[in-house]
């Protein structure tokens, strides 16, 4: 557990190394040295400014991603256990997959305004079908011998779900989690810089117009620490919870 | 105890599992022909016959795991399987131990008592108590994984129990276990059978072990699948797989039915033997 810490640790110390080795190389205001982006994201913290734009950004993730989630698992376990809808659904979800996220996007814009409601149905209408697919693909998987136990027994409803059905889709559901999470980061940047007026994808699209490489490496930086943060902190802790069984 | 299976009149049994299925089909064959036949509350039944005579299926029909069939299974004269009508409570064992392998052998116990948990006020689980019974007292917290084979029929053995069975359906529950393994299983089911008393219909293609459990025998063969035979097992109880009355039981049977395992029967025997009461080896 130590050791495996320790990679991780060094692997990043690497990066940064290599980082000020070509900054230096180069020597040019296009590739600011680590240092240089460190003290950015000091002084940007401590004006506040990345602090709210950041909440902001991750409240967007959390409502799209948990909504996205909870559609896409819904219609992802229907379709698996439904044949005949399956085949229903089943075109619009090659079409929903296969739609570029900026379509969705400028649509949601025009139809529902510059407005926080149609930058997160933005986001949450990208990401259902990719939760969908990993899903149907759990339900499709699930074992009728145990159901039939739970069914014997006579077994409630919602016990079976919890206990019996859900466990056996809780593999599907973090991989659904975890490309998930991924997927919506990235589509929320874009929402905020075409419709908002704040958010991590608003300021970004503002030190661009000001050439500002510094400060957009910095909110990079301080954006991806979050995501190590939520991966070592929420996700692998989650999943080593789920597999318990499995050692 | 009354074992006139020719009567299929519903109202004559008020108590116990009276089925009548007319037909049972899988696409469009039929795998379960005319089958019609009474049991008493305690009764151990086992259903002997090749595999593919339907045994496991008409299980499942009493379990009401298909309800996709011509006929009727009643229990105190009510729908087994009626919606809204309490089911007689059920127990039921499978080939496999089929636990579900996130919960704890505990867990897995306690699964089955949810409904009543709901619905009993006051309830007090059983569960621990069982698995204590049947020798799992140090396992409650262990998950299926780390059990072995006869453990994991252990738990599945504790669970069926612990719906306090007054039906208890057993699809070859021992089947694949070594010898010493299995004969502790079958003891723990004996002892626990004697206490609770449940109706139980035990599938299996063993005819020892049928003759060992049971306190009556259907043998089924033929397709679509019959009862060829109800025979009536009259040895002292405290027989096990390798007692001599067993082995001289299961003689006799073959001497007069030698084809009476691969599903055939000699109709000319089966007239000599069948009394009409379907009692034929007094």
Redesign the interface.
Known sequence: MKSRWLIRAASMVGLVVLWQIVAWIADSDVLPTPWAVCLSLIAHTLSGDLPYHLSITLARVAVSFFLAMAIGTAIGIIMGRYRQLDLVFDGALVLGLNIPALVTIILCYLWFGLNDVAAIVAVAVNKIPVVVVMVREGARAVDPKLLAVAQAYRVPRMVTLRQVFLPQLYPYLMGAARSGLSLIWKIVLVVELLGRSNGVGFQLHLFYQFFDITSILAYTLAFAGVVLLIESLVMRPLEERLSRWRT | MNHDTDDTATDRHPSGLHIAIHEKRFADTPVIGGIDFHAESGDFVALVGPSGAGKSTLL?LV???DNDYDGEITWDGAPLSAPGHS?AR???M?Q?P?L????TAL?NVR??E??RV?SEPGFTSRAAELLDEVGLSQAHDV???HLSGGMQRRVALA?AFT?EPRLL?MDEPFVSLDMPTGNRLRQSLLALCERHRPLVLFVTHDLREALALADRILFMGDTPARVLLDYRVDIERGRHLESAAVAEAQQVLLARHPDLLSGILDRAALDDNNKPNGEDNR
């Open positions: 499942s379990a009401g795991l089911p059920l127990g039921m499978f496999e089929r579900m392998p996130w919960l867990d699964l089955v949810s409904g709901a998950f299926p994984n669970r719906v359906l």
